[in-house]
């Protein structure tokens, strides 16, 4: 099993671009999640879903689009970059009660 | 809303020391709570998770408590070795004790020294 993929591994956009942050997983685990990590705040979570068409927003949705067409894809967009953007995303997933397994994490730099 | 506190300061311990790890949440009791390790540049990677019910989990040299009266879970790593040098992030459910949304603490940064 690959766990959960994540693709790029790292990214520099200017601002105003867009991109989609893409993660994929091959555990058919209902729960999928993105956090963003910053230094001083954490794991902070953005956008999560628990199923296939079913999403809803963490903490720090602005600026962030998901959608969830299949179990296994949970792709993250950014509609128009912006510096403060630039942090270090985590694509999760995980089954109920059970642990969550992380991607590799893209590393992404606005400027 | 539930926050979670971690040792904010950077532990040291000498290679063989028994290394003690705190993590304490503010409001209601979680139905489970998770351990993680995380190194540089990489995801977080589950190590143990003790629920509501247990008092203590072990697996290895890794042991971890959850006192509910205390609001607090302990994370033991004993015979450390260089190799368990990493941060270290507790982990509990929001709402409900389902894996729905999951909080973090900022982690506790651990240098093992040899």
């Known amino acids: 099993n690959a766990g959960v993929t994540q693709t790029p591994k790292f990214q520099v956009l200017k601002t105003g671009q867009s991109m989609t942050l893409q993660c994929a997983q091959d555990?058919?685990?209902?729960?999928m999640s993105w956090y963003r990590q910053d230094p001083g705040m954490g794991l902070r979570l953005i956008h999560y879903?628990?199923?296939?068409?079913?999403?809803d927003q963490g903490e720090v949705p602005n600026g962030y689009n998901v959608s969830r067409s299949t179990t296994e894809d949970f792709p993250l967009r950014l509609l128009s970059a912006a510096p403060s953007q630039t942090s270090v995303y985590f694509c999760?997933?995980?089954?109920?009660?059970?642990?969550?397994?992380f991607g590799q994490g893209t590393r992404l730099t606005v400027v | 809303s539930q926050k979670i506190e971690q040792n904010s300061e950077a532990l040291n311990i000498q290679e063989g020391k028994t290394a003690t790890l705190t993590c304490n949440y503010t409001?209601?009791?979680?139905?489970?709570l998770q351990w993680y390790r995380q190194d540089p540049g990489r995801g977080p990677v589950f190590l143990l998770l003790?629920?509501?019910n247990e008092k203590e989990k072990r697996k290895e040299r890794l042991k971890v408590t959850f006192d509910t009266t205390l609001k607090q879970s302990l994370f033991h790593i004993t015979a450390s070795q260089p190799a368990d040098s990493a941060t270290y992030l507790c982990?509990?459910?929001?709402?409900?004790?389902?894996?729905?949304?999951?909080?973090w603490g900022l982690g506790t940064s651990l240098a093992v020294n040899p």
């Open positions: 999760a997933s995980s089954s109920e009660r059970d642990r969550a397994f």
């Open positions: 555990m058919n685990h209902e729960y």
């Open positions: 879903s628990v199923g296939a068409g079913i999403t």
């Open positions: 409001n209601y009791s979680p139905a489970y």
């Open positions: 003790i629920r509501e």
């Open positions: 982990a509990l459910p929001l709402n409900a004790g389902n894996n729905r949304k999951l909080i």
